[in-house]
Structures are given as C-alpha cells and as structure tokens.
C-alpha cells in the first residue's frame, strides 16, 4: 500500500512535498496508518491530538497513546483536553457537533500559531460512503451526493481513494498498532447505524459496493461541474452587484426553465440548503426572508436580496453633545462650523445651529417617522419616502436619523429636513459631512 498510496500523492497532491503538514491524529487504525504511510515517506509531519473527554479513561488512553505514537516517530505532538459536554449544553448542539466545532477552530489555531501549510485527515472510502448515505436521508443536492472533499482550501484528505479494509491489511502486515473507540461499536446515532448495520447487509448483496460507489462518485462530481460551469452563465444574468450585497432577478430568473433547481443551486454556496423554504420564496409576499449561518435572503418585490448576516450596522442609538465631536465609527461623521455655506448635496448638509437641542441622537428610523423634506411643503411619513425613492428593503433597514429631541434634523445621506435649514435669518451655521 505504501507504493500505491505514494502514486496517489504524486497523482492527486504533489504539493504537499516539502510542505509543513499537521495530521488530526485520533490514535484509531485510519489516522495511525495516514501518520505511518506520510513518516515513512519523509513528510514534514507534526500530529494533533483532542481528548474530547467523552470515555473517561479510555479517552486519556487515547492521549497517551498518540503521545508515545508521535515519541517513536520523533515528531512533534499538540494535545488539547476539551469539555465536549458542557460546549455541546452551552450552544443547544449534538455532541457530534461539538466535537467537530472544537477540533477544527483548535486546527485553525494550529495552523495559523505555527505556520502549518496543511491539515491532514484520514478519511477514507468508506467514511465517503457513510456521508452519502447520510446526506441522501436528509433530502440533499447534487453537492451534498459528492460526499467528502479530497481537497478543501488547507484541509486534505490523501486517503479517500482507499477502503478500511485497505488500512487494515496494511496495519496488520506492518503489525502497527493502534486503538480502538468502544463508541464505535454502539448504533446509537445515525453514522454508527449505517456503519454497523445498514453497510455489511449492502457489501453482502453487492461485494464490489465501494468500487462501484467510488465509480458514481466520479460521475457525480463531473456532474457537478458541469453545473457549476452553467451556473455561472445565470449568475451573469441574474446576479447584479449593489452597495448592500447581490440583487438576483426574479423575472429574469423565472424565464428559465427549472427555476427552483436554479434558484437552489445559486444560493447553495451561501449556506442555503433547505429546498423547500428557497422554492417557497418565489412565491411569498415581499418582505419574507430566510437565513442561513452567514447570509440572509429577501423577497422585495421582484428580486431577492442576498446580504451577509452580520451586515446590518448596530442599531444602538449614538449621542452627539454640544461640542460637536467627530463620530469615527460605525461610520464617520463630521460637524463644522463655518460662515460660508456652498451647494449641499445628500452627504453634506447645512444646519441652523440655534435649533439644535443638545444632545442629538443618531438612531435608525422606525415606522411612524415623519419629516419635512427640503424643498417640499409639508410633511411625509418616512415608509412613504422610502417608497417614493425606491429603497430596497436591506437599504431601508440602514438608514440612521439624525434628530434632535426627537425630531428628525436629516435623512442620513437623502434629505434634511427643511425645518433646520439655513436661511436669511440664520445667525450660526454648522455643516455636517456623512460617510
């Protein structure tokens, strides 16, 4: 196996020669035999180990044994003991999740502290197997049927080419030894489940199972990448850049044929992967919106509006005294008193200054806001202002007010309010400057 697993590398990941590589190391068969195969084939490796404390002692067996493993090979080793449980309570998340948040943000320390090029683990055909079994119960994509990423920006997976059964012959032929996880042996959740019962009764009725299995992998992957080349065709057409994220047109969109597999394949890289909630979207009301874990979607009227969750800016009310202090964050606000007063424009505008009431209030707008626009008579309701200038939702949401006592002085960057402008009468004059 190690001349062949060896072809593999030279293959698929020549780049990883001369690299510095760090290999999640659990002490079980898959990542003893990926830590023997790299060490024997002179790689730069150092091993990382976490003790999830999931198995009391059994789990600081593990430790030790990947300690006196890494001590042998005379590599370098980092451990790290985490309260798997207490993580899992505090986030309302599985174990399973828990464990896997924990081990890869410590990776990412690693990688980042100590200079790693890449993180190496061992997982192997029939791990890709289980994880398509398991994303076919969940309803997934095409992606989702691709299984494990051999390649995946600093995280690499050298043996996905190769069966357990091939990393056990070659630990037994090689006597490695290596330590084995009682969890494993309990169908108590659904990855153990398939392994234990569903996968010797398919190997049973098919014993080519995981050559085939590796044969429809590489047709859907090739699949894929025949939709995503034709995916970036739409995205042309319907994605348009704006100042608060992507606008995707839904007419244009809908001219298609297969507009919701479209519309799923377009906001999949986003995190979005409930098909129903996506495909019901077309049809809702304006102002409906789901999330994934980074972005938000929209309906507003004939597009939707892709925006990063955490985009929006902090909707905490900032107090201004009378000193005039420049505002520095979360954007820049500048005052000036000046004697001269030249051609306003929606970021600059000139305010009577003996109108102001101290302190003034920067806050976002809500709904009942009204004010007087600057060269109209009368008031209007802010909603209707909106309206009238064709805000998007998203740009509605971060639009700030100035006001004083209360009373809105400017539309921040759109219109001041015509009761605080300067005139004839004027005898102090401030200019305030927004970006």
Sequence with gaps: MLQKFNHHIDDKF?????????????????SVVLTRLLRNLKFN????HCNFSLRGVESDGDEEFVEKLADKLSVPIFTKTFDTKTYANDHKISTQMAARDLRYEWF???INNFNFDYLLTAHHLDDDLETFLINLSRGTGLRGLTGIPENNEKIIRPLLNFTRQDLLIY???ETINWREDSSNSKADYLRNKLRLEVIPKLKETDVSLLKSFQQTQKHLKESLLLVEDYMVLIQNLVFTETA???????????????????LYELLSPYGFTAWEDISDLLNAQSGKQIFSNTHRLIKDRSDFLLTETDSNLDSESIFISEELETIETPFKLQFDRISEVNNPSNKEVYVDFEKLKFPLEIRTWKEGDYFYPFGMK???KLSKFFKDEKLSLVAKEKVRVL???NVIVWVMG????????VTENTKKTVKITYN
């Design 403 to 405: 006001c004083t006592e």
């Design 378 to 380: 009368g008031k209007k």
């Design 108 to 110: 990412d320390e690693l």
């Design 414 to 421: 759109m219109r001041l309010d015509d009761r605080f402008k």
């Design 244 to 262: 608060n994220g992507l606008k995707i047109d839904i007419y244009k969109l809908q001219e298609l044929p297969n507009t919701k597999a479209l």
């Design 45 to 48: 490796i150092s091993l990382a």
């Design 14 to 30: 020549p780049f990883l020669k001369e690299k510095k590589i760090l290999i999640a190391c659990s002490g079980g068969l898959d």
């Design 171 to 173: 630990a037994q032929k």
